[in-house]
C-alpha cells in the first residue's frame, strides 16, 4: 500500500499462522494472512495477540488498479482496526494519479478512537519536463497495529516541477537538468483547523 498499512513484521512470534494469495478471474489478486502471536507479546503477558490482514487488488485497463485493505490486531479487550482503499492510475504513459485514505479504530484503551490517514500524488513523467505533487495527512491518532507508520500527527506537502535538457552526444553538456521543489509540512490538527 502507499503508506505501509500492512507490515508483517509486526508479528513476531506467531504460534499458528496461514496465508493465502492468489488472483481471481484473471484481473482481482488477494492476499490474506491470519496468525496468532506469542502471549508475551500482549499487552497483558497473558492474551494471545490475533491478526487478520486481507487486501484485495483489482486491475483496471492495462496499467491502473483499485484495492481494499483490512487489518485488525485483537489483544484481549483491546483491539486496533484499519480499512482503507488506494487506487493508481496511468494514462497516456506519462501520467498518473495514486490516492490512499484509511481510517483506523483503536479499542479498549479508556475510549474507542478513530483516525484518519490520506494521501494523493499526481505525477508526470516526462522525457523534457516532470512534474510531481503530494499531499499527505496523517492524524495523531491514527494507529496501524500491523503496519507502519513511522510519524503520525504530521500533514505535508511537495510540489516539484523538473525542466531537462539535452545536448548533442559527446558534447560538453549532454543532459542538463534542474527543479523547483515547494515543500511544506505543517502540524496534522493545526492544518485541519485551518492554521
Known amino acids: 500500500?502507499?503508506?505501509?498499512?500492512?507490515?508483517?513484521?509486526?508479528?513476531?512470534?506467531?504460534?499458528?499462522?496461514?496465508k493465502i494469495t492468489g488472483k481471481v478471474g484473471g484481473r482481482t489478486?488477494?492476499?490474506?494472512?491470519?496468525?496468532?502471536?506469542d502471549a508475551?507479546?500482549?499487552?497483558?503477558?497473558?492474551?494471545?495477540?490475533?491478526?487478520?490482514?486481507?487486501?484485495?487488488q483489482r486491475d483496471v485497463?492495462?496499467?491502473?488498479?483499485?484495492?481494499?485493505?483490512?487489518?485488525?490486531?485483537?489483544?484481549?479487550s483491546r483491539s486496533n482496526r484499519v480499512i482503507g482503499s488506494d487506487a493508481r492510475f496511468v494514462?497516456?504513459?506519462?501520467?498518473?494519479?495514486?490516492?490512499?485514505?484509511?481510517?483506523?479504530?483503536?479499542a479498549g484503551i479508556g475510549s474507542d478512537i478513530t483516525a484518519p490517514?490520506?494521501?494523493?500524488?499526481?505525477a508526470r513523467a516526462g522525457r523534457r519536463f516532470g512534474m510531481r505533487y503530494t499531499v499527505?495527512?496523517?492524524?495523531?491518532?491514527?494507529?496501524?497495529?500491523a503496519g507502519f507508520i513511522s510519524r503520525t500527527g504530521v500533514a505535508s506537502g511537495?510540489?516539484?516541477?523538473?525542466?531537462?535538457?539535452?545536448g548533442k552526444q559527446g558534447s560538453a553538456l549532454e543532459r542538463w537538468s534542474s527543479d523547483v521543489v515547494i515543500d511544506g509540512t505543517w502540524q496534522y490538527d493545526e492544518l485541519m483547523a485551518g492554521g
Open 136 to 145: 499527505r495527512g496523517v492524524d495523531p491518532n491514527f494507529r496501524a497495529a
Open 61 to 76: 485497463g492495462t496499467q491502473s488498479r483499485a484495492a481494499l485493505v483490512y487489518t485488525d490486531r485483537i489483544d484481549g
Open 158 to 166: 511537495n510540489f516539484n516541477h523538473q525542466v531537462n535538457t539535452y
Open 91 to 106: 494514462w497516456r504513459d506519462i501520467y498518473s494519479l495514486t490516492m490512499q485514505g484509511a481510517l483506523s479504530r483503536t
Open 1 to 18: 500500500t502507499p503508506n505501509n498499512l500492512i507490515y508483517t513484521r509486526r508479528v513476531v512470534a506467531p504460534l499458528a499462522a496461514t
Open 29 to 37: 489478486n488477494l492476499a490474506y494472512l491470519a496468525a496468532v502471536d
Open 40 to 56: 508475551s507479546l500482549s499487552a497483558t503477558g497473558d492474551d494471545h495477540p490475533v491478526f487478520n490482514i486481507l487486501r484485495v
Open 117 to 122: 490517514l490520506w494521501q494523493g500524488v499526481f
